[in-house]
C-alpha cells in the first residue's frame, strides 16, 4: 500500500498524510426465508429456540380454545387440523409426498355459537404453525362483497381479499351471496372468491359461516363451492348447563357473582327461553342478559345513600328478569 506524504509550506504544519482507502469488502448476504404460506414450508431450519416459542404459542392458543365452555366437536377437528398440518409440514420436510393444504372452511350454526371466535382463533393458530404469513381476520358479509351495478361486485369483492392475503377472510351469512337468483349481483362475487382461492391457495383461508340449511342451500348453488371446503364444522346450541356456566363466566370477569337464590332464578330464566326462543341456545342471548342484569343492580344500588363491597359484586334474583330482552 503507498501512503503520500505532502509538507506544507509552512514548516509550523504538520505534514498531511494520506493513504488510499480500502477496498469496499463484497457485500455479505444474509439469505432470508421465503413467505411461508399454504403448502409451504421454511427454506431454512429455524433454530431450537424458534421451535420452543412457536410451540409454545400454539399450545398457548390451544389452551384457550379448551377453555370455551361446551364445543366439544369443534375442540376435536381444530386439533385434528393442527396434528394434520404438522404432519404434512414434517412428511414435506423428509421429501416425503404431502397432501396440500387446502384448509378453506364452513361454518354451520345458529348466531351466538362461537363462529367468529373460533375463526379468529383458526386464524391465530394457522400464523404460528407457519400456515399464514400474518394470521389475522378479515370479517365480512353481503354488503361488503356485492354492488350496486355491474362490475362494482367483482371489484368490492377483489378489495376484501387483497385485505384479508396472508390471513382469513371470514364471510358471515354467506349464503345471502345466492339468494337473489340469476341476475343478483351475489353470483359474481362467489365467482371472484372462487377465482381467489385458486390464486392465492398459498396464502389465503376462506371460511363461509351461517346457519346450518342455508348454507346447504349455498353450497348447492354453485357446484364448484363444495369440493373448494373440505372442511365442514358444525357448531351447535349450547345447553342449560353451559349457558349457566357462560353467564356466570360472565359475570365473573366484571366482578359480580350470583347468589345462591341468583343462580337458581338465572337457570330457571335459561330454560324459559330455551323453550319459547328460536335461538336461545347461544352466548349471545345470555350476554344480554349479563348485561341486562347488571344494571338493573346499578338501579337497585343506586336507591340507596351507600353500599358494601359485597354489595357491589352480588346479583340477587331481583336483578334477573327478561323484560324487554
Known amino acids: 500500500m503507498t501512503i503520500r506524504v505532502t509538507f506544507r509550506p509552512d514548516k509550523l504544519q504538520p505534514p498531511?498524510?494520506?493513504?488510499?482507502?480500502p477496498r469496499e469488502t463484497a457485500q455479505i448476504l444474509i439469505p432470508v426465508n421465503e413467505p411461508v404460506g399454504i403448502g409451504k414450508v421454511r427454506k431454512n431450519n429455524p433454530s431450537s429456540l424458534e421451535?420452543?416459542?412457536?410451540?409454545?404459542?400454539?399450545?398457548?392458543?390451544?389452551?384457550?380454545?379448551?377453555?370455551?365452555?361446551?364445543?366439544?366437536?369443534?375442540?376435536?377437528?381444530?386439533?385434528?387440523?393442527?396434528?394434520?398440518?404438522?404432519?404434512?409440514?414434517?412428511?414435506?420436510?423428509?421429501?416425503?409426498?404431502a397432501e396440500p393444504l387446502v384448509l378453506h372452511m364452513i361454518f354451520r350454526g345458529n348466531p351466538g355459537t362461537g363462529k367468529t371466535t373460533v375463526a379468529r382463533l383458526v386464524g391465530r393458530l394457522f400464523k404460528e404453525m407457519g400456515v399464514l404469513q400474518k394470521g389475522h381476520v378479515i370479517e365480512c358479509e353481503r354488503a361488503d362483497l356485492v354492488g350496486e351495478y355491474i362490475g362494482h361486485t367483482a371489484q368490492k369483492t377483489r378489495e376484501q381479499l387483497k385485505k384479508a392475503l396472508g390471513g382469513v377472510l371470514f364471510i358471515d351469512e354467506a349464503y345471502s351471496l345466492a339468494r337473489g337468483g340469476e341476475k343478483d349481483f351475489g353470483k359474481e362475487a362467489i365467482d371472484a372468491l372462487v377465482k381467489a382461492m385458486e390464486d392465492n391457495k398459498d396464502n389465503l383461508v376462506l371460511i363461509l359461516a351461517g346457519y346450518r340449511q342455508e348454507m346447504e342451500f349455498f353450497l348447492q348453488s354453485n357446484p364448484g363451492l363444495r369440493s373448494r371446503f373440505p372442511i365442514h364444522i358444525d357448531f351447535p346450541d349450547y345447553t342449560l348447563d353451559e349457558l349457566l356456566a357462560i353467564g356466570k363466566s360472565m359475570l365473573k370477569s366484571r366482578q359480580y357473582e350470583l347468589s345462591p337464590e341468583g343462580s337458581d332464578t338465572l337457570r330457571f330464566h335459561l330454560l324459559s327461553l330455551i323453550n319459547t326462543h328460536p335461538y336461545a341456545g347461544n352466548a349471545r342471548l345470555v350476554r344480554n342478559l349479563v348485561e341486562k342484569t347488571v344494571r338493573k343492580q346499578a338501579v337497585r344500588l343506586f336507591q340507596k345513600p351507600s353500599s358494601s363491597r359485597e354489595e357491589l359484586i352480588q346479583i340477587l334474583p331481583v336483578d334477573i328478569t327478561l323484560e324487554d330482552l
Open 16 to 21: 498531511v498524510i494520506q493513504s488510499p482507502l
Open 51 to 97: 421451535k420452543d416459542k412457536d410451540k409454545d404459542k400454539v399450545a398457548e392458543i390451544l389452551d384457550e380454545l379448551e377453555a370455551f365452555i361446551g364445543l366439544v366437536t369443534v375442540k376435536r377437528l381444530i386439533r385434528e387440523l393442527q396434528a394434520y398440518v404438522e404432519i404434512q409440514k414434517r412428511r414435506t420436510r423428509e421429501k416425503l409426498i
